[in-house]
């Protein structure tokens, strides 16, 4: 009866034993009907069979439309495999966490021309290589190790995959409803402020040099602000951040990856500084910010930024020589775009200390530019981001054109805005009651940004921090 019932099958058509193989549960399950007899496996294991394509689109978003049958054949018996592995990357990087990297990163890659959402019965439903990055993520413990090595003083370094991959998962690691490793040793406060004099200031974008990213240094300031956001032992951030509705809080992408050339016009964030400067590391492990409101803070409040003007417009009209964040001349302009706008505080609180006696401070005045940077580690999707928050001198600015205002908005038609609007005319330090730069990187999603702000009118000595934004 059996030996009739194996016969029986065998006489199956090739298509219907391939489509019985498709809605097979498991990968395990298909293994063993492959290798029940040499006629399944011939029906099955040829990439021609269409089992493997359509178990590829189960599990991920469509392959490019140049993929033959047997690269997604293997490009899913890949994942398969290594996205089922737990990685360690306590004594360095081997063979399987760099395999795993390479595997997460072709996710990443797929996410930068395809990311739509997809309908699964009555719902529509966000990116599966979305899913499957989180649940990677999640399932290995990754963001529970954010450095390599036990410490910072750890003498394996990470590699530039590991770094983006990090550095592109923040959107997780700033989700205080998931529980990540976040300890005081997993960033290096010299970096973080850049107070180390015995070593040179190294931007954290290099415009002339092929428009890398310094994710070393990225990775040392997101390490910081998971930190002082999401763990209640630092009494810092951490009370601001939780108390802000969780749809504001910052979130995954929703477009692909490579999809995000314009700017959120409205962000929320965070940015930090440290009073009296700190003299040795021992001062800054004992004390990291003025978020502490042990000297002249006296509230954690997030900034607002609204950017809603976005505009090509040439160089010598938007950017004050007072910036010294220079442009990346290998950058075409029509990839630039500028952008100015205001930032407000829902308090009084700020980086100056001087405003109105109204309870409502006037918004500060922000202008800036982003320009698209290459894929980072094969990770696409970062894009260079300058700007500075500014309050024009009254005294230097009463000769410019009667009815403009003072540079951070505009009022009447384009023409007059496009001519008056960008005051004040010479942008030297004498033009500025005070001035803040920012120079950073929107990670790949676009909606988050970090890097590090600088008081762009100190003289004796450097003032500057680290700072984190996200779209709302």
Same mark, same amino acid.
């Given at each position: 009866?059996?030996?009739?019932?194996?016969?029986?099958?065998?006489?199956?058509?090739?298509?219907?034993?391939?489509?019985?193989?498709?809605? =097979?549960?498991?990968?395990?399950?298909?293994?063993?009907?492959?290798?029940?007899?040499?006629?399944?496996?011939?029906?099955?294991?040829?990439?021609?069979?269409?089992?493997?394509?359509?178990?590829?689109?189960?599990?991920?978003?469509?392959?490019?439309?140049?993929?033959?049958?047997?690269?997604?054949?293997?490009?899913?018996?890949?994942?398969?495999?290594?996205?089922?592995?737990?990685?360690?990357?306590?004594?360095?990087?081997?063979?399987?966490?760099?395999?795993?990297?390479?595997?997460?990163?072709?996710?990443? %890659?797929?996410?930068?021309?395809?990311?739509?959402?997809?309908?699964?019965?009555?719902?529509?439903?966000?990116?599966?290589?979305?899913?499957?990055?989180?649940?990677? =993520?999640?399932?290995?413990?990754?963001?529970?190790?954010?450095?390599?090595?036990?410490?910072?003083?750890?003498?394996?370094?990470?590699?530039?995959?590991?770094?983006?991959?990090?550095?592109?998962?923040?959107?997780?690691?700033?989700?205080? @409803?998931?529980?990540?490793?976040?300890?005081?040793?997993?960033?290096?406060?010299?970096?973080?402020?850049?107070?180390?004099?015995?070593?040179?200031?190294?931007?954290?974008?290099?415009?002339?040099?092929?428009?890398?990213?310094?994710?070393?240094?990225?990775?040392?300031?997101?390490?910081?602000?998971?930190?002082?956001?999401?763990?209640?032992?630092?009494?810092?951030?951490?009370?601001?951040?939780?108390?802000?509705? !969780?749809?504001?809080?910052?979130?995954?992408?929703?477009?692909?990856?490579?999809?995000?050339?314009?700017?959120?016009?409205?962000?929320?964030?965070?940015?930090?500084?440290?009073?009296?400067?700190?003299?040795?590391?021992?001062?800054?492990?004992?004390?990291?910010?003025?978020?502490?409101?042990?000297?002249?803070?006296?509230?954690?409040?997030?900034?607002?930024?609204?950017?809603?003007?976005? @505009?090509?417009?040439?160089?010598?009209?938007?950017?004050?020589?007072?910036?010294?964040?220079?442009?990346?001349?290998?950058?075409?302009?029509?990839? @630039?775009?500028?952008?100015?706008?205001?930032?407000?505080?829902?308090?009084?609180?700020?980086?100056?200390?001087?405003?109105?006696?109204?309870?409502?401070?006037?918004?500060?005045?922000?202008?800036?530019?982003? !320009?698209?940077?290459?894929?980072?580690?094969?990770?696409?999707?970062?894009?260079?981001?300058?700007?500075?928050?500014?309050?024009?001198?009254?005294?230097?600015?009463?000769?410019? %054109?009667?009815?403009?205002?003072?540079?951070?908005?505009?009022?009447?038609?384009?023409?007059? !805005?496009? =001519?008056?609007?960008?005051?004040?005319?010479?942008?030297?330090?004498?033009?500025?009651?005070?001035?803040?730069?920012?120079?950073? %990187?929107?990670?790949?999603?676009?909606?988050?940004?970090?890097?590090?702000?600088?008081?762009?009118?100190?003289?004796?000595?450097?003032?500057?921090?680290?700072?984190?934004?996200?779209? %709302?």
């Amino acid at each position: 009866m059996a030996s009739n019932s194996g016969t029986r099958l065998v006489n199956l058509p090739k298509e219907l034993i391939q489509m019985i193989a498709m809605r =097979v549960p498991k990968d395990a399950d298909l293994c063993r009907m492959a290798h029940t007899c040499r006629y399944f496996a011939k029906a099955i294991i040829p990439p021609n069979s269409g089992v493997w394509r359509t178990r590829f689109l189960d599990e991920y978003d469509h392959p490019p439309p140049d993929k033959s049958s047997e690269e997604v054949r293997v490009e899913y018996q890949v994942r398969s495999i290594m996205l089922a592995q737990t990685p360690s990357f306590q004594d360095g990087e081997g063979s399987k966490e760099k395999l795993w990297l390479s595997v997460l990163t072709t996710l990443f %890659v797929a996410e930068s021309y395809n990311a739509q959402p997809y309908r699964q019965g009555d719902e529509m439903c966000v990116s599966r290589n979305r899913a499957c990055i989180k649940e990677a =993520v999640m399932r290995s413990g990754f963001l529970n190790q954010p450095i390599v090595g036990d410490d910072v003083n750890s003498s394996l370094p990470p590699s530039r995959p590991y770094l983006a991959i990090q550095l592109a998962a923040i959107y997780l690691a700033l989700d205080i @409803r998931l529980s990540f490793r976040s300890l005081r040793t997993d960033y290096d406060l010299k970096i973080v402020y850049r107070c180390d004099s015995s070593t040179p200031a190294i931007p954290i974008t290099a415009p002339d040099d092929e428009g890398n990213i310094d994710l070393y240094q990225l990775l040392h300031i997101r390490n910081f602000w998971k930190r002082h956001l999401t763990n209640p032992d630092e009494d810092t951030f951490y009370k601001s951040y939780h108390n802000i509705p !969780e749809i504001m809080r910052p979130r995954a992408w929703e477009e692909g990856l490579g999809n995000k050339g314009s700017l959120g016009t409205r962000w929320l964030g965070y940015y930090s500084c440290i009073h009296p400067l700190p003299i040795s590391s021992t001062d800054l492990q004992e004390r990291q910010t003025c978020a502490d409101l042990m000297s002249h803070w006296d509230s954690t409040c997030a900034l607002v930024i609204l950017s809603p003007r976005l @505009r090509l417009i040439p160089r010598n009209k938007t950017m004050p020589s007072i910036l010294p964040y220079p442009i990346n001349a290998n950058i075409e302009p029509s990839s @630039r775009t500028y952008f100015r706008g205001t930032q407000s505080l829902n308090l009084h609180q700020n980086h100056h200390h001087t405003h109105d006696s109204n309870d409502q401070p006037r918004p500060n005045s922000m202008r800036g530019f982003t !320009e698209p940077c290459p894929a980072q580690a094969g990770v696409p999707g970062w894009r260079r981001i300058c700007f500075i928050i500014y309050e024009v001198n009254p005294e230097f600015s009463a000769s410019a %054109v009667d009815g403009n205002d003072n540079g951070g908005g505009g009022g009447g038609d384009d023409d007059k !805005e496009e =001519v008056e609007g960008w005051q004040p005319w010479s942008w030297t330090a004498v033009d500025f009651t005070w001035a803040y730069g920012y120079e950073g %990187v929107i990670v790949p999603g676009g909606g988050i940004m970090l890097g590090r702000w600088r008081n762009m009118m100190a003289e004796a000595e450097v003032e500057e921090g680290p700072y984190i934004f996200w779209v %709302v």
